[in-house]
């Protein structure tokens, strides 16, 4: 009978084994999926991040080329509108040049707000200030009189949009320089 005892002992203890094997088993499985699952979209999301980083990027380049542009064609825009009679006053003028510009760089800043994260944000938000700062200068100079240029407010607003620049830069590669994880995303 201890044979029998023996066999029932050893037939039970590996049930219990087989059936602890299979559940570590199961549990080990769906945690690889889940890393797996995390890793991927961490990777998805690192891509999209990307695409709405550089298009920020050269967004704000062509937009700050373009207001550039206009400033420094400030005196023919002047000058263009004595030659009519002031019919459209310069602050509709320099409006619809501002108007313009945030109407291009709207979208990006939006879909680097939408995608994150709270550094890649906050850095962007830099980027919205030193837009806003270059409007409110090409803004008054259309209605100061005599129709003169604000050129050291101008060049002010402009080194900080380039700061600003720079600035999202480095927290864009931060971001986009740090792999996916399966623990998923720290607080950047």
């Known amino acids: 009978m201890n044979e029998a005892w023996a066999a029932i002992i050893a037939a039970i203890a590996a049930g219990l084994f087989g059936i602890g094997g299979a559940f570590v088993g199961l549990i080990v499985g769906r945690r690889q999926t889940t890393d797996q699952a995390h890793v991927e979209h961490g990777h998805w999301l690192r891509e999209q991040r990307l695409q709405a980083y ?43 040049e501002t108007g313009e510009a945030w109407a291009t760089l709207r979208p990006a800043t939006e879909r680097v707000e939408l995608l994150g994260p709270g550094k890649a944000v906050e850095a962007m938000y830099g980027i919205l200030d030193a837009w806003r700062e ?55």
């Open 134 to 188: 270059l409007s409110h200068v090409l803004d008054d100079q259309a209605s100061a009189e005599p129709y003169a240029t604000l050129e050291d407010r101008w060049y002010e607003a402009y080194g900080k949009g380039h700061v600003a620049r720079a600035n999202f830069h480095v927290a864009a590669s931060t971001v986009v320089q740090t792999p996916p994880s399966p623990e998923g995303e720290f607080r950047l």
């Open 54 to 96: 550089l298009n920020l990027v050269d967004t704000w380049d062509a937009v700050i080329k373009n207001l550039q542009a206009f400033q420094d064609n400030w005196w023919r825009e002047v000058e263009a509108h004595q030659e009519h009679g002031g019919d459209v006053h310069l602050s509709v003028i320099a409006g619809r």
